[in-house]
């Protein structure tokens, strides 16, 4: 199979996290879909990365579906619980990990438009999103070792994700002062080689 991606998309390197910990092969092809040569529309027709691409030419789309159907294909490193409440929990912290990356990503195309036509509104409306999202993280996590459970699951990958793209493209955003015990959290997960390897490329 073959992941549609980019460097930088938070949703693709979930993806390529997810790929990486269940130790699944796959092509990996970059495709800059705000580029004049991106390819993506024959792919995905709502334009968006990542998308993957079955060996029948199949194409599965968005993250949330994707990592679904990879976690289904082998019964190592599961990494969303099979039914019940510990199932809706980590479903609930991908929402919130995505959700996070959706406020940081209009943030940032907003902070690219031409400063005349900026709206301060779009900036609070997220920024707020981002400081609630994180403390709901922080809530979520106590000081567990874990997210959900007592092993690596998508909720913890999801939130891992979602601090590193803060860090990334919002960097003037310090939610650690405010969320120590996520921060030592974060430290530690950050040092697994599926999120090194992923670390994004501007
Ligand atoms: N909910 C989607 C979000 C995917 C998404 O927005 N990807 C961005 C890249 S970070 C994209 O392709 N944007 C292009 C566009 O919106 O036209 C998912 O989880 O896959």
Known sequence: MKLIGSLTSPYVRKVRIVLAEKKLDYKFELDNVWGPDTRILDSNPLGKIPCLV????????????????????????????????????????????DGIC?????????????????DEAVFARNQAKLEHGVAAFAKSLGDKPWFSGVALTLGD??????LGYLDFRVPGFDWRTPHPTLAVWFDKFARRQSFIDTTPVA
């Open 157 to 162: 990958i999801a939130a891992g994700v979602a």
């Open 102 to 118: 959706d406020a940081a990503v209009a943030i940032r195309l907003e902070s690219l438009r031409d400063p005349a036509r900026q």
């Open 54 to 97: 079955m060996e029948d030419g199949s194409t599965v789309f968005d993250s949330r579906v994707i990592v679904e159907y990879l976690d289904g294909l082998s019964p190592n490193a599961k990494l969303i619980p099979p039914n019940g409440r510990s199932r809706l929990e980590v479903r609930v912290l991908e929402a919130l990990g």
